[in-house]
């Protein structure tokens, strides 16, 4: 049975500084991994999306990496900022099921 | 990418009634995903709602407690029946951008629900 574990359950850390997000998975037989942005009370927004055959997809200040063979894949936030504060979600796509990981919520101080 | 318009976004509700959620696409989709978030959670897929047929639950959910509607390709209802605390959550719908393999998901905003 896949489960997806995202470690720290919480973080806060100083306006502009770098941080990194982790997501581990049981199965490595997935077809893809998503990163989610959550805001409290909020429905997700989709931020990247990695293929099984990727290594790292980017987008803007973010950067998404994914080793399979591990199990683990990272969320890097560059330059963060008061408003990237928000849950952040990892899911893996696996014969159709879609499993969640429980998230990061993330503080960034101004 | 996808639109979903989600309503009601929040509401409170006594034990033992029941509350229905709607989910509006801006473009026709096969499948629609439902899934209840509960306090601290995960999300956790409730059902899979396809035009024309009865929706698949997943283990642990049932169809008198949570009647799902379809009655197009862009709209689906999410009933939550005889509520109790217990179901208090947030509910969100959802559609993928490639239904072959359920690549991109995108969300509606999300319904608050607690119920006293």
């Known amino acids: 049975k896949q489960e997806v574990t995202q470690i720290p359950a919480a973080l806060s850390v100083p306006e502009g500084e770098n941080l990194v997000l982790n997501c581990s998975f049981t199965?490595?037989?997935?077809?893809?991994l998503q990163w989610f942005r959550q805001d409290p009370g909020k429905g997700l927004t989709s931020l990247l999306l990695?293929?099984?055959?990727?290594r790292e997809q980017t987008s803007g200040r973010l950067n998404a990496s994914l080793d399979k063979s591990s199990g683990r894949s990272t969320l890097y936030i560059a330059a963060s900022q008061p408003g990237d504060s928000a849950t952040y979600l990892c899911?893996?796509?696996?014969?159709?099921?879609?499993?969640f990981g429980k998230g990061t919520r993330l503080h960034i101080l101004p | 990418s996808a639109v979903i318009s989600q309503k009601p976004s929040r509401d409170i509700c006594q034990r033992g009634t029941s509350l229905t959620i709607q989910c509006q696409v801006d473009?026709?989709?096969?499948?629609m995903f439902w899934y209840r978030q509960q306090p601290g959670q995960s999300l956790t897929l409730i059902a899979t709602?396809?035009?024309?047929?009865?929706?698949?639950?997943e283990s642990g959910f049932v169809i008198d407690k949570f009647p799902i509607s379809r009655p197009n390709l862009t709209f689906s209802t999410l009933t939550v029946s005889n509520m109790s605390p217990e179901d208090s959550s947030i509910y969100l719908c959802?559609?993928?951008?490639?239904?072959?393999?359920?690549?991109?998901?995108?969300f509606g905003s999300g319904t608050q629900l607690s119920v006293l």
């Open positions: 199965d490595s037989a997935i077809y893809n």
């Open positions: 990695i293929q099984s055959s990727q």
């Open positions: 959802s559609v993928a951008a490639d239904p072959a393999t359920n690549e991109k998901l995108f």
């Open positions: 473009s026709q989709v096969t499948m």
């Open positions: 899911a893996v796509n696996r014969d159709d099921k879609i499993i």
């Open positions: 709602a396809n035009q024309g047929s009865e929706a698949t639950y």
